[in-house]
């Protein structure tokens, strides 16, 4: 394990959610980072402390110079002194506990992250088929982010908006009881309507808010998205509405909410603004000072540091809200990263051999909806196996048990003899390769990219692996040829990221192969490249075919029909053609189609031999 690495397994987050009690998200993302947190917090409150003892120095400056009593000099001296010394102090711990808090922002966001991304890579494949992209970059940016206030502000706002005040009325106390609680009426007045502004009414308004919000980003990721189907069925205006419609259900929302807090919000900012409390503060101490209750001389601490008392309350609400957003980021973070891994075997075993076995396999995504129920099938070694069967049948979620996006939920696939769940991950996608649907390609040279399972393969590997799957003579036209960055010096054409993905699989030597044919051809222009493609792929290879082309059918050693989620028939194609069921069906059904008529009048004739 790098050095990195042991710091985040025995520092970070992981080991937080083995120690603390489950509760507050936020105290267990931030539960290993609780000692420098506190030391962030400690140094804070010397810098509030020292920020306080320059306008003390002013006012018992203000007192002295002021009193009818003579100045005493090495007194003043020692206030100013006080009051310099102060200034340094805060200088000084106010730099080091920003310094201290943002690096250990840095820390946690890079920990978080790292330790996000290692959850990610180890959560079953068929996982990410239930959350969409946005949801996760939302946690791992967004949400992550959102800490940030939590490690390298708040705790200073939080602190300084306790501390300063706290220590301002020990004084002021000290100089005059009732001008303090002249003073303190701003600040209770000011508490309490901020409180109601944060109760739980308002909280649930925010919610609806925020909630608002998010429609209008997902209908207007979804308005994008979908903009070119739209416009090709003529519906763009359909997809339009749907936005204008979120904008303008949150336009209402805003209009309410903003009218539920504007007049509160108002009065406490008048409550707590300087001109509110120094009007207050002259008229209280001119009545007292009038009547004999309070020298004149005492009203001037509190004309300087009544502001110190109401200007954190503000701060105060502001931290707690920031408080708030990083508590809901840190559930989501939580969330990702208690999403179950894919087990790995304790003791992995290699298989021996490459035929592919389905032991009464059955799967659901949602407990008690089963999409498979019980099937058995034996792939010998180098044999295609074809899936066919209506929509909704069950053949994509099959053919990903094989290499293991899933685990089935009873029974087991096994491979060369050993159940997939005992094989190591590394070793079962050396030795079963997928061409499914949604070919990614990454930000990465195209050599990268065909060699991302073998990253040591040496170049002539890569060019043999690319002249196979057809693709070589297009890549040596773009304009650094094999070290072209795909997104920058050439977007690839569907068919053309396919042949890639099929050389990345060619690259691999995977003695298994599992395709899903419609995906395949989804490229008519090029189909005939990505078939000659498809077709070195497979050679000699164990196959499972998600089977579309009559072609593809007709020369499968064995047809698998699959309805409702079982199999209905099995055989070959000439057996299945003369029990004349299901499958003789779905033959003459294809038979029909303008493409199967045009492309495969031949392998029909073979295939009813
Ligand atoms: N990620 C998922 N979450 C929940 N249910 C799913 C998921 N993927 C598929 N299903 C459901 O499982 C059943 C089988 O779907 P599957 O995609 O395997 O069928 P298929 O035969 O491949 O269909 P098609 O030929 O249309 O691609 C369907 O009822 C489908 O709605």
Redesign the pocket.
């Known amino acids: 394990m790098t050095t990195e690495e042991d710091f985040i397994y025995r520092g970070g987050a992981r080991a937080a959610f083995a120690g603390t009690a489950r509760g507050n998200p936020l105290t267990e993302v931030l539960w290993p980072y609780r000692i420098r947190l506190s030391a962030v917090l400690l140094l804070k409150t010397i810098s509030a402390l020292g920020g306080l003892a320059p306008l003390i120095a002013v006012v018992e400056l203000g007192r002295a110079l002021l009193s009818p009593e003579p100045v005493e000099e090495s007194h003043v001296w020692t206030v100013v002194a006080v009051g310099a010394g102060g200034l340094l102090v805060r200088v000084l711990f106010e730099s080091l506990s920003s310094g201290l808090g943002h690096l250990f922002d840095g820390e946690l966001q890079l920990s978080l992250r790292r330790l996000l991304g290692e959850r990610l890579g180890r959560v079953p494949l068929?996982w990410y088929?239930?959350r969409d992209s946005g949801e996760l970059g939302q946690v791992v940016q967004k949400d992550v982010a959102a800490l940030h206030p939590l490690t390298a502000r708040t705790p200073g706002e939080i602190t300084s908006a306790v501390v300063v005040p706290l220590m301002s009325l020990v004084y002021l106390f000290a100089v005059n009881v009732w001008l303090t609680l002249i003073a303190l009426i701003p600040v209770l007045l000011g508490l309490a309507l901020n409180l109601k502004l944060m109760s739980d009414t308002r909280r649930s308004d925010r919610l609806a808010l925020d909630e608002a919000m998010g429609r209008i980003a997902r209908s207007a990721v979804e308005f994008v998205q979908g903009i070119s189907v739209m416009k090709t069925f003529g519906a763009s205006g359909r997809a339009h509405r749907a936005f204008t419609k979120a904008a303008d259900d949150f336009a209402d929302y805003f209009t309410g909410w903003v009218l539920g807090v504007a007049g509160l919000g108002a009065l406490a900012s008048l409550v707590l603004s300087p001109l509110f409390v120094l009007v207050l503060l002259l008229t209280g101490g001119t009545a007292l000072i009038t009547s004999g209750t309070a020298p004149a001389s005492d009203l001037l601490p509190f004309l300087l540091l009544a502001l110190a008392l109401t200007a954190p309350v503000a701060a105060l609400c502001h931290g707690f809200d920031d408080v708030r957003a990083a508590r809901t980021a840190a559930g989501r973070i939580r969330a990702l990263l208690e999403a179950p891994p894919l087990p790995e075997p304790a003791r992995p075993l290699p298989p021996r051999g490459s035929q592919v076995e389905l032991r009464d396999v059955h799967f659901s995504?949602?407990p008690g909806?089963e999409?498979?129920r019980g099937i058995s099938l034996k792939l010998p070694p180098g044999t295609v196996t074809a899936?066919v069967?209506?929509?909704?049948?069950?053949?994509?979620?099959?053919?990903?048990l094989v290499p293991r996006f899933c685990d089935p939920t009873h029974g087991s696939v096994l491979l060369g003899g050993v159940d997939l769940r005992d094989i190591a991950t590394r070793d079962l996608y050396r030795r079963v390769s997928f061409v499914f649907q949604d070919v990614r390609l990454l930000r990465a040279s195209v050599a990268e990219n065909i060699a991302l399972a073998v990253p040591h393969a040496g170049r002539d590997d890569i060019v043999r692996a690319a002249r196979r799957a057809r693709i070589h003579d297009r890549i040596l036209q773009l304009p650094r040829g094999y070290d072209s960055v795909i997104g920058e010096d050439v977007t690839f054409s569907e068919g053309e990221a396919q042949r890639v993905s099929i050389a990345r699989a060619l690259l691999i030597e995977a003695p298994v192969v599992v395709l899903?044919e419609?995906t395949a051809f989804a490229d008519p222009r090029r189909e005939h490249e990505v078939r000659r493609a498809l077709d070195t792929l497979r050679e000699n290879r164990t196959q499972l075919v998600?089977a579309h082309r009559l072609e593809t059918i007709a020369e499968a050693d064995t047809v698998v029909v699959?309805d409702d989620?079982a199999v209905s028939e099995i055989g070959t194609p000439a057996e299945l053609l003369a029990a004349d069921g299901q499958f003789a069906a779905i033959w003459q059904s294809q038979l029909g189609m303008p493409d199967a008529a045009s492309h495969d009048r031949d392998t029909i004739a073979r295939g009813g031999e």
């Open positions: 068929g088929a239930r995504y949602e909806h999409v498979l899936l069967g209506p929509s909704g049948s069950g053949k994509s979620t099959l053919a990903q899903d419609a998600i699959l989620g």
